[in-house]
């Protein structure tokens, strides 16, 4: 029972990791419509700037907060100067964009900063939390970290001006121009807001896998896997599939495929849900008259 425990503390804790890249991904999807696969190697590029400042001697949560800066400059400029250009172009070119802006930072990462492993310092440490065996301070960190993101994104988009001018501009944006809201600059802050969101996923998990330009990889792809199950369209049905992928991630690659296929059971998910409930557990299925 213990190392069951365990183990669920530990799918928590990676699950809080996969619902902020999901969370992220969400916010792209609505304002684009668009699934952005460039969307860890942003993360790791922002989880280098956070070291690149630790290193020049600046304190933990100073450099957490300038990289959190530095990451929505950098992926508001993606927006206005990569994406915005592909305004109605094929899906397919699309793709291709997101892809060659994943090749791109990786490369840019390992010519900066070099492909060795490097050891990345967590604000937490690895004890005990509270006394108990089942999870680690850092693991109930992580889980903390995520849940608070979670409810500053939901109090922004759901309380403020801002954040409602954002949602229309998303779900409407030929409405959203007949009031005079600037599309254009909300989806650039909605991809600022993405690319903070996945600095501070980046941020978590570089403790536990070191830092190197393939360390989102994985990532990528469980947090795609809780998307989809959650739904594309929802922040919060995002959040919950993010930590449902950690926990079933950990519990199946420890107790059945073993850690060597761990990376199997994301893709067997995201075959399972878009074979089963395409819009997810809590997305909107949209019905169009044709």
Partial sequence: ME???QQLGAGLAA???YASVALALVVIYQATHHVNFAQGEMA???TYLAWMLIQAGMPYWGAFAATLVLSFVLAACIEAMVIRPMHGAPVL???VVFAGLLVLLHSIAGLLFGSTIKEFPSPFDGGAWQGGVFMSRREAGAIAVTLVVVMLVFCFFRFTSLGLKMR???QNPVSSRLVGINVERMLMLGWGLAGTIGAVAGMMVAPVVFLDPHMMSGVLLYALAGALI???DNPIGAVIGGFIVGVLENLV???LVGTELKLSVALAIIMGVLVVKPSGLLGRVIVARV
Wanted: charged letters at 0%.
């Fill in 15 to 17: 699950g809080g990791i």
């Fill in 3 to 5: 190392a069951l425990l």
């Fill in 44 to 46: 790791m590029f922002s």
């Fill in 93 to 95: 070119s699309v793709v």
């Fill in 168 to 170: 229309a501009a998303a």
């Fill in 230 to 232: 959650g739904g594309l």
């Fill in 253 to 255: 690659g420890t107790y």
